[in-house]
């Protein structure tokens, strides 16, 4: 195989979480500060800290905010969110096949855990790191750097799966490969202008890029 370990980012790569994440915004910033800004600039945030958007967003009020998109977050996150197609089949396949597999988000961990016991997925997972449990977070390199250290991985067989900016650039300075994702909501123009090394199509691309399907075929 050519890679050995593969780390997911999970909201908008593993779990479709796009619109939760929007009316979390949204109602977020109709509370505190209603007509400031457009669903354009909320999209541009998606894969960033959270604190660090808020902060940004509203220099005064930025605590209660965080605040009230968490509650609004979790009580809602059950009915709004669902899993990409094929993710449950390719995650299990690689898993069978030997892949060490994670999850680096930067999100908190009560917020992780949710989404990927909702499918299933926390069982094919043997590292989740999430915010504020690596140094700093994405795009800087430290969750992924501790994700590999976790597993053993090697950086040279080593595949980060994306779906923004965040993504991409802490797996380019951890000095690993990354793969973006089609269906992200930032656009293929703009994660393709960081050069990735693979682009998923669908989620089963990720078999033939890791390899397994070559495998397969070479043993029947």
Same mark, same amino acid.
């Not at 890679?3 to 790569?13: C, H, R, S």
């Not at 996150?77 to 669902?82: G, I, R």
């Given at each position: 195989m050519r890679y050995g370990a593969v780390l997911f980012d999970l909201d908008g790569t593993l779990i479709d979480t796009n619109d939760l994440i929007l009316a979390s915004y949204e109602h977020t910033l109709n509370k505190h500060c209603p007509g400031k800004y457009s669903r354009e600039e909320i999209v541009a945030c998606l894969g960033e800290p959270l604190y660090d958007t808020m902060r940004r967003l509203d220099p005064e009020q930025w605590e209660a905010m965080v605040q009230t998109y968490r509650e609004h977050n979790l009580a809602c996150h059950d009915d709004w969110v669902k899993l990409f197609p094929g993710v449950s089949e390719v995650v299990e396949k690689l898993h069978r096949a030997g892949v060490a597999l994670g999850v680096v988000s930067n999100k908190q961990r009560i917020s992780v855990e949710k989404g990927l016991s909702l499918f299933g997925l926390d069982r094919w997972m043997q590292t989740v790191v999430c915010y504020g449990e690596?140094?700093?977070?994405?795009?800087?390199?430290?969750?992924?750097?501790?994700?590999?250290?976790?597993?053993?991985?090697?950086?040279?067989?080593?595949?980060? *799966?994306?779906?923004?900016?965040? =993504? $991409? #650039?802490?797996?380019?300075?951890?000095?690993?490969? !990354?793969? +973006?994702? &089609?269906?992200?909501?930032?656009?293929?123009?703009?994660?393709?202008?960081?050069?990735?090394?693979? *682009?998923?199509?669908?989620?089963? =691309? $990720? #078999?033939?890029?890791?390899?397994?399907?070559?495998? !397969?075929? +070479?043993? &029947?």
């Amino acid at each position: 195989m050519r890679y050995g370990a593969v780390l997911f980012d999970l909201d908008g790569t593993l779990i479709d979480t796009n619109d939760l994440i929007l009316a979390s915004y949204e109602h977020t910033l109709n509370k505190h500060c209603p007509g400031k800004y457009s669903r354009e600039e909320i999209v541009a945030c998606l894969g960033e800290p959270l604190y660090d958007t808020m902060r940004r967003l509203d220099p005064e009020q930025w605590e209660a905010m965080v605040q009230t998109y968490r509650e609004h977050n979790l009580a809602c996150h059950d009915d709004w969110v669902k899993l990409f197609p094929g993710v449950s089949e390719v995650v299990e396949k690689l898993h069978r096949a030997g892949v060490a597999l994670g999850v680096v988000s930067n999100k908190q961990r009560i917020s992780v855990e949710k989404g990927l016991s909702l499918f299933g997925l926390d069982r094919w997972m043997q590292t989740v790191v999430c915010y504020g449990e690596a140094g700093r977070p994405k795009p800087h390199p430290d969750p992924i750097l501790r994700a590999m250290e976790e597993i053993g991985a090697d950086s040279a067989r080593t595949l980060m *799966v994306g779906d923004s900016r965040f =993504d $991409l #650039l802490a797996a380019r300075r951890a000095g690993v490969d !990354a793969a +973006a994702v &089609a269906w992200s909501w930032h656009g293929r123009e703009e994660l393709e202008a960081l050069n990735p090394a693979h *682009v998923l199509e669908e989620m089963g =691309d $990720l #078999l033939r890029i890791v390899g397994i399907d070559a495998e !397969a075929d +070479a043993d &029947a």
